[in-house]
C-alpha cells in the first residue's frame, strides 16, 4: 500500500464516520452516492486509461444486479458471495461488450455499446429482475441490515475495489491499459498485445460496475428495469466527464452530485426539474476548460502548489560499464522485401542485413520508404513480397507484438511515450522483465534521463524520444529499429546521442537500424549504410564509401541528372 | 528598400513552442513585393513551424508577423487568409474526397486560371485529388492556393518526393506569381530547388537563422550553404 | 409482410431524418450530437401546442422547424465559440448535457402526458394492395427522400457544400484557403436542428406524443447513422427505414417479438465488424 492509498482509506474511513451520525434518509442517500460513484470510476478508468467510451456501464451494473437477485432467490448462496459473483457475471458481458473494440474505435465504439445497453434492456431488463413477480427482494446480509452498517459495507467495498483496481494499474496488466489508451502502435512496440490489453480493461470495468450493481440490488431490495435504461448510461457518463474521470475524487464527486442534487433542491425548495438544467450549463460551463472535469482541475491546481521538479539522477561523472544481458543475440535478414500502399510501391525489394552489435545506417531523402521499411519488418504494414528473419527464425506472419517479443524493438518517428504513466512504469511494461534493475538504471544513466518515479508528463520532448529509445534496449533486443531519434537535437545533444547508441552496442551486442537524417550522427555511429530512394536502394556498404557515392549527394541535395 | 512602403510579409523575433520545446527562436525576416525567399534546413529545423505561425495553424508563442504593414499575429486563419496570404501546406494538403475542379472551387469560383498553369490537370477535373500522382496533387494545391490571388504565398516543400521535371514545372508558376507581384516565402529541404526560385536563402539549423544571402552569390559558391546546411559530413563526403 | 413496411414507413422516415442531422453534424464538424431528437421533440411539442390553440397545422409546423432550427444554431454557436479547440469526444460529452438539460426543460414547459398528434390530412389513406397507407405517411416518406436528395444535391453540387465537405476534411487547411468554417458550422447545426423538428412532426401521428419517448427515438437514429459510418447520408436513410420495418415486422413474431429491440443493434454491429475485418491501427505513422 503506497502513502497515497492510505490516505485514501483515511478519508474513505472519515467521511463514513461523518456520515454515520446523519438520518437514516441521508444514509441511505449516502450509500446511493457511493454505489453511484463505483460506477462513475468503473467508466472512469476505463476512459482515462484506455480511451475507450463505454455508454452501457448501468447495463454492466444491471447484470451484477440481476445475477445477484437470481442467486439469492434460486440458490441458498449467501448475499455476501452473491455479491462477489455478481460481479463477477458481469466480466463474460464485459468482454464480449469489448470485442468490437478491437476493430471499432472513438464514437463507433460507444454507439456500439449505447446499443449495446438497449439490448439487454429490451432482452432481458424489460422482462423482469429475478423475483418480480413474486415480490421478492434481495436480503440485506445479516451483519449489515441497518442503513448505517449498510453503508459501511458499501463503503468497504467501494475501498477494496479502488484498492484493487490501484493495485492492477500499478503492475504490468493496468500499465498496458494506459499503454494501449495512448497508442496500438506503441503497445506493440513494446511487445503486448492490444487485444489482452483492451479486453483486460473492459473486464476490470465490468467486474466494478457489476458489483456496484449487485450492491444497489441488496440496497433497495429489487432492480427495475427503470433504473437501467441505456439514457442512465448516457447520463453518469456525462456526469463522471464533468467531475472527473481521471480520479476516485472525480467518482466520488459524480456520486455526491447525483444524489445530493435532488436533496439540495429539496431544501431549497426549488422544483426537481431545474437540477439537470443547471448540470447542463454547468457540465458545459466544466468541459468548456478541458476535457479533465472539475476534480482533474483542483488536482491540477494542487500539483502546482506542491509541484516539484523532476526529479535528476544524482550526478553521474562515470558511467561505466554494465554486463550484457544473458539473451542470446541473433542477426536480422530482409531479403527482396515489398510494400504497396494501393497503386504506389513504397518498398521495392530491398535487401539487408543488421548482425548483432552493428549500427546500419538507413538514410535517403524523404519518401524514400525508411520507415515503411521499419513498419514491414516490425509487422506494422502487409508485405506484398520478400523474407523477414531473425536469426534462424523466420517472422513472417507473425502479428507485431510477437515479432517484438522474438526480439526486435522499434521507436516510431513521431513520439508515443505515454504520458500518464512514471518511467519506471513505462519501462517495467516494456523491458518484459529481460533487464535487470541495475540495467535499466544504466540505460536511463546513459541516456541521461531522470529517475524512475519521475512522470513522463514531465520530461520535454527531446527527453520523451530518448525514452523511447531506453524502452527499446530495455527489453534487449537482437535488433533495434530507430526512426530519427536525433530529429530537433542541437549538435551537442545529436553527440551524445551517438555516444549512447554505440555504447549500447558495444556492451550488450545489439544490433541497430537507424533511420536518420542528421549525417553527422550517422558517420559517428553507423559501420555501414543503406541508401533509399523512391523504395529502392541506390548505395549500400561501408558508411563513409557510400556517402562519397555521387548519387546519394544527388538525392540529398536533389541536384539534377544524377547518374545511372 | 528605402521606400516608405512597408514590406508585404514581415516576421520579427518570431517564436513558436511545440510540447513545451521552443522550435522556431527569434526568427526575423522580411519579404517584398515581387521578391522569392527561401528557407532551407535539414528536418526538424522549425521550417514548417514557422511558417505555419505566419499563416496561423500554430500559435506564435512571441514576436510579431505583419502583412502589409497590419499586424496579423492574433488574427485568425481565415482573416489573414482574406488579407491575401495564400499557404500550400505541407505534404500535398488537397482535399482528398474532392475532385479537382472542387479542390479548387474551395478557394475561387473561377478555375480557368488554374488550368491554364498547369493544362494536364483539365483532363482530370473530375477525378477525386486522391487519385492523382503526386505531382498532380501537388500542383493542384499550388493551383488552389494560386487562383485565390494571395499577395504573400508560403510554400511548404514544394518538392516532397517528386521528380526533378515536376519540380520544374511548380517553380515554374512559383516565378510567374511572384513576376506579377507577389511576395514567396518558401521552405525547402533541397537546396538545389531553393537556389533555382529564390532571390534569398536563408538556412535555418534549430529554429535559428544561421546563414542568410543573396541566391546568386551562392550559386557562385555553394559551398558555404553546402556547410551551414549538413555539416561536417558534406566536407568530408565533399572531399 | 407488406403490412408490416407500410406500418413501418411513418417510423422510419423519422429514424432516417434522425440518423441524417447525426450524420450531417458529425461529418461536418466533428460533435456527435446525442441531444439532436430532443431539438427535434421541443419543435414538434412547440406545433402541437400551437396546434392545440388554433393554429393552422402548416403555419404551427412552419414554427415548429424555426424552433428546431433556432436551437440547433445557437448550440452550433455555443460549439463554434467555446468548444473549437475541444477534443471530440468532449464535445459529445457537451451535448448528453445539453440533451439532458432540454429534456428537464421540456418536462417543464410540455408536461408529462402524452398529447393527441393530429395529422395533417385529417386521417385520410389510399389502399394499396390491400393495405392502407395514409397520405401522413406517404408524406413522411417524401420529406425523408427530399431531404436525403437535398443534402446530397448541396453537398456536391453547390460551392457551399463543396465547402463544407472541405472543412469536413481538414478544417484547418480549409480555413486558410479562405473557407469560414465558423459560420459554416453555425450553419449546418441550424439545418440539422429544422430537419430534427421535421423527423419529429412527422413521427408524431404514427404513436402517442409524449416527450421523453419521442426523445428515446435516438437510439435508432444513432443506429442508422452508424450503419452510414457517421458519413453516408443515404446509407443513414435507408437503413432507418430498415430499422423500423425490422421492428414492426419482428413484432409479429411472439417468440422474437421480445427481442426485436436487438435485431438492428446486431444487425449493425456485424455489418461494421465485417467492414473492418482487415487488422488495422488506431493511428496513422
New interface residues.
Partial sequence: MTRADARFVAVAILSGVAISYMSDFRIFLATGAIITAVIARSLGFLYADTRMVSLCQMSLAGVGGWTVGWLTLNTGVPVEVALLLGGVAAVPVGVVVGLPALRLRGVDFAVVTLGFAAAIQVAVFNRGFPGTRTNFTVPRPSAAVSEVRFLWLALVVAVLLELGLRLLRRRSVGIRWALVGKSERATAAAGHSVVVAKLTAFAASAFVAGTAGGLLAIQIGRLSARQLEPFDSLVVFALTAMAGSASALGAALAGVLSSWMPELLRLLGWSQDIGPMIFAVGAAQVLSQGGSGIAGQWLALAARFGRRRAERQPDRPDIGHCPPPSVRMSGLMVEDLAVDYGSVRAVDGVSAEVRPGEVVGLIG???AGKSSLVDAVTGYVPVSGGWVGLGPDPLMGMPAHRRIRSGLARTFQRERTPTNLAVGQFLAVAGRNRTSVSQRDWLLALFDLPAPVTAIAQL???ERRRLELVAAFSSAPSVALVD?PA?????EESGRLGSALRAVTEEWGVGILLIE????L??QVCQSLIVLD?GVVIAAGPT?QA??DPR??AS?????GESP | MSSAKPPVLAVRDLVVV????P?VRRVTLEVGTSEVMAIVG???SGKTSMLEAV???VKASGGSVALHGSDITRA???R???LGLG?V?QGR?V????SVE??L???A?DTDPAYEMFPELRARSGTPARELSGGEQQMLVLA??LI?RPSCLLID?I???LA?TV?RRLTGAVKEAARAGAAVLLVE?????ALDVADVVSVLV?GETVLSERADVLREDPREL?RAY?????D??GK | MIRSLAASLGSGAAYALFGVCIVLVYRLTGTLNFAITAVGAVGAFTMLVLVETGTAIVAAAAVAVAMGAAIGALMGTLFATWFRDSERLTRSTVTIAVLLGLLAAGFRVFGDNPRVARPFFGGRFEEIAGVRVTYDTAMAVLVALAVGTAASLVMHRT?VG??L??MA??P???????????GLTVAVWGVSGAIAALGAILVGPSRPAAFAPLVFLLLPGLAAALAGRFSRVWTTLGTGFVIAFLEAHSGRFSDISRYRGTIPFLFILGLLLWQRRAESWDDAR
Fill in positions: 531523402p524523404n519518401g520535454d520532448s527531446a530519427e530529429a530537433g537535437l542541437t549538435d537524417h542528421d549525417l553527422r550517422v558517420r523512391r563513409q556517402l562519397a546519394v549527394m540529398y541535395l536533389g541536384v539534377e | 511545440r510540447g513545451g520545446v522550435v535539414p528536418n526538424g499563416s496561423g495553424v485568425s486563419r481565415r489573414r487568409s482574406r499557404h501546406r494538403a482535399f482528398s474526397d474532392l472542387e479542390n472551387r474551395v478557394a469560383r488552389r492556393t485565390a516543400e518538392s516532397l518526393g526533378p519540380v529541404q533541397y537546396t538545389s530547388v534549430r553546402q549538413m555539416g561536417a559530413a558534406a568530408a563526403a | 460551392r463543396i465547402r465537405r472541405a476534411e481538414d484547418v487547411t480549409a480555413e486558410v484557403d479562405g473557407v469560414p468554417v465558423g
